[in-house]
Structure formats: structure tokens, C-alpha cells
């Protein structure tokens, strides 16, 4: 199941095409040029990056995922990540437990979430 934090990062053109991303990456349909910024599979990285091509795999497709953000260029994601190291280090003073900070501040659990709000794609 793939899952969306609430405050998406977002570039202007994939904010205003989300709906027709989010539909796309259900079905596995062609996307090129976006990248998608999910949370690590791996407990000792933060962030994954994946292009859209990948999701074009039925069984990548098919696994959670968290994302936090899609954007059309490896600039933004370098950005985004930045910007997320640098509230990091500027709310704790050091790098440590990135990704648990990240978790507790932007991945609302299933007892958080809005049952109203459709947050995962197999609903949309």
C-alpha cells in the first residue's frame, strides 16, 4: 500500500498534477522525469529516491511505501533533503535520530489519521 504524509513536499507542477500522478502510479503508468522521496526501507537511511520508472514493476508497485514528497528533478530532492537535515539540526543541535524526528513530526499513525481523508492510493 502506498501511503502519503499529510504536508507532501511538492514542486509547483507536481502539486498542481497530483491527482494525475497519484492515478498513474496506481496503474504503473508511464511518468518520466519525477522522483519520488520516500522513507527508507532500511533502517540506517532516512530517505529513499526512486524514479517513477521503477514503479512500473508490479511487485515495487505492491509494497508499502511512505511517501514524502514528488518532484520533477534531482535539484528539488537535494533541496527537500536539506531543508529537512537543516530543521533537524536546528531544532535537536545535532544529526542523530533523523528519520525517528522525521517520523514523530510528518508520519501520523492509523489512530492519527482522518478516516475521511483517502490517504493511500488503492482508494483513490
Known amino acids: ?3 502519503y ?3 507532501l513536499f511538492l514542486t509547483e507542477k507536481t502539486g498542481k498534477d497530483l491527482p494525475k ?3 498513474k502510479l496506481r496503474l504503473g503508468t508511464g511518468m518520466t ?3 519520488f522521496i520516500m522513507l527508507s526501507e532500511n533502517p540506517h537511511d532516512v530517505f529513499d529516491i526512486v524514479p517513477a520508472q521503477v514503479f512500473k514493476q508490479r511487485s515495487f508497485r505492491h509494497r508499502d511505501h511512505t511517501i514524502v514528497g514528488i518532484t520533477e528533478n ?3 530532492v537535494y533541496s527537500f533533503v536539506e531543508g529537512i537535515l537543516t530543521e533537524h539540526y536546528n ?5 542523530t535520530d533523523l528519520k525517528a524526528g522525521f517520523i514523530e513530526r510528518h508520519v501520523k499513525t492509523e489512530d492519527e489519521r482522518d478516516p475521511l481523508k483517502e490517504t493511500d492510493l488503492t482508494k483513490c
Request: charged fraction near 45%.
Open 1 to 3: 500500500m502506498i501511503r
Open 5 to 7: 504524509i499529510d504536508d
Open 21 to 23: 500522478i497519484k492515478r
Open 33 to 35: 522525469g519525477l522522483y
Open 74 to 76: 534531482m535539484k528539488e
Open 91 to 95: 531544532r535537536t543541535g545535532r544529526y
